[in-house]
């Protein structure tokens, strides 16, 4: 079995995680949808640096020997070549890039990110060590990654769009200690026995492990990662020390005001503070929500890389319910103008996490200059959150989040379950790859809807308990 870039990766963030995916594969979930779009968008990126070198030579990745037999072929043509694949002994690693370089090669490693990360360096420093053991001269590194200033205007110039950083120092301060880490993985594949690793920082960091909902699920129900606004290093020290429940805190653990409230177990109401937040409520109140999706690449004039396109919104007023679901992927236009309509000019707009809706906005207006009205929109916008975050209103159910999926069942016992999309970036995912499928348009009309129904619930009750 071969030691792959990947797998390498996976071993130097979390040794069960790589033990698993060799030896137990099954054990990991299907990728989510919103995953697979990460995916997805990195080998989207991956292609159009490849027209940064239109003389360049690619090998199939889809024929693993053949892969191996071209690259080598390639090689000796001496001209820059994406994807070339090597093997030393059980090391198997692919370049996305190599440039000739005075009898060497440099590599180019692109990412879809907007920065270099350590990881990033870590995966070159493994490229670098396994091409030069197969006897290939590796002269510089570098990471080539998405200019986030970057502004469409017209076609795209790939050189504009991208940023390339020299690595090179920082792979030779790593590529020392990659024969150790190499070593230590090529063990871990020979044993039998799944390492005993302990969650900690590693489990989000630098990715999301897809093990780690059977990896926590011994935590108990009120344990002290549910504890507000607690880091995780300070909750993974208690963890060390056998704390696991926020009711066995020490008492030289320092706890904030609104701490002290969630270790209290119970329903806390601050009925003149709640008072205060429905009084400042304006009538008519305006339940708004947007949803968004992102592109790496702008499609759009005038667009920027991980852009938030707003392609949706639900508002409800008085009774009524406005919607607006685009049947084109750039319906920014249309949405502004019939939201305009449905906000008119008076009232509060009642939002979950305000900054969203005001970012949104404010884009819109610079898009169509009309950034009178959205201004004026903006300073009707009250943010329902507040009432949660400022704990004016605690539930133990909420398990210490102040998020809309956690309040909503808390204060009106009813949530998204029953729903196909559950979230937004699903949500945004789904409409991007099928904007027109009725099915999805129908599953993104329920889940925006309720996300503006509930908040009307919520404030229902809110009113019922002052």
Not at 151 to 176: A, C, H, Q, S
Not at 207 to 222: H, I, M, Q, R, T
Not at 378 to 391: A, E, H, K, T
Not at 425 to 453: H, I, S, W
Request: proline share 4%; hydrophobic share 35%; charged share 30%.
């Amino acid at each position: 079995m071969l030691l792959s870039k990947s797998k390498y990766l996976l071993g130097l963030q979390c040794p069960k995680q790589f033990w698993t995916k060799i030896h137990e594969p099954d054990q990991f979930p299907e990728t989510s949808i919103a995953k697979q779009e990460i995916f997805d968008q990195g080998h989207e990126v991956g292609q159009f640096a490849k027209k940064m070198f239109p003389e360049g030579i690619d090998i199939p990745e889809d024929d693993f020997i053949g892969g191996l037999k071209r690259s080598k072929e390639v090689l000796k043509l001496g001209k820059p070549c994406f994807e070339v694949a090597l093997c030393a002994d059980v090391l198997y690693s692919r370049a996305d890039i190599l440039i000739p370089n005075n009898g060497g090669w440099d590599i180019i490693e692109v990412k879809s990110g907007c920065s270099v990360k350590d990881i990033n360096v870590e995966d070159v420093a493994f490229q670098k060590y396994v091409y030069e053991k197969c006897g290939i001269v590796i002269k510089n590194c570098y990471l080539m990654f998405v200019n986030n200033k970057f502004v469409k205007n017209g076609d795209i110039d790939v050189n504009e769009f991208f940023t390339k950083e020299d690595i090179t120092e920082r792979v030779e301060e790593l590529i020392g200690t990659v024969p150790a880490k190499v070593k230590g993985m090529l063990d871990l594949m020979n044993t039998k026995t799944c390492p005993d690793t302990k969650i900690g920082l590693q489990c989000s960091k630098p990715y999301d492990c897809d093990l780690a909902e059977s990896c926590w699920k011994f935590l108990p129900e009120g344990n002290i990662f549910e504890l507000y606004y607690v880091s995780k290093k300070k909750a993974f020290g208690l963890l060390d020390e056998g704390v696991m429940k926020i009711s066995e805190l020490p008492s030289s653990f320092k706890v904030s005001e609104k701490q002290k409230i969630q270790l209290k177990e119970e329903i806390h109401l601050d009925k003149e503070a709640i008072k205060g937040f429905l009084d400042s409520l304006k009538e008519p109140y305006y339940y708004m929500d947007f949803e968004s999706y992102q592109t790496a690449i702008p499609s759009f004039e005038g667009g920027w890389p991980y852009q938030q396109i707003v392609f949706q919104y639900s508002v409800h007023v008085n009774g009524d319910h406005h919607e607006f679901l685009g049947r084109e992927l750039d319906c920014q236009q249309e949405l502004y103008l019939e939201l305009k309509k449905v906000l008119g000019d008076s009232g509060s707009i009642i939002v979950f996490s305000k900054s969203f809706e005001i970012g949104r906005l404010r884009e819109l207006g610079k898009m169509f200059d009309d950034m009178d009205w959205v201004e004026s929109a903006i300073s009707r916008i009250v943010d329902l959150r507040d009432v949660f975050s400022n704990f004016y209103y605690y539930n133990p159910k909420q398990k210490g989040s102040a998020g809309l999926k956690s309040i909503l069942p808390a204060v009106t016992g009813k949530d998204y379950s029953e729903l196909d999309i559950r979230d937004g970036k699903t949500a945004g995912v789904q409409f991007k790859k099928n904007p027109m499928n009725e099915k999805v348009r129908a599953d993104l009309l329920k889940y925006c809807g309720l996300d503006t129904e509930g908040m009307v619930w919520i404030v229902k009750e809110l009113k019922g308990i002052v």
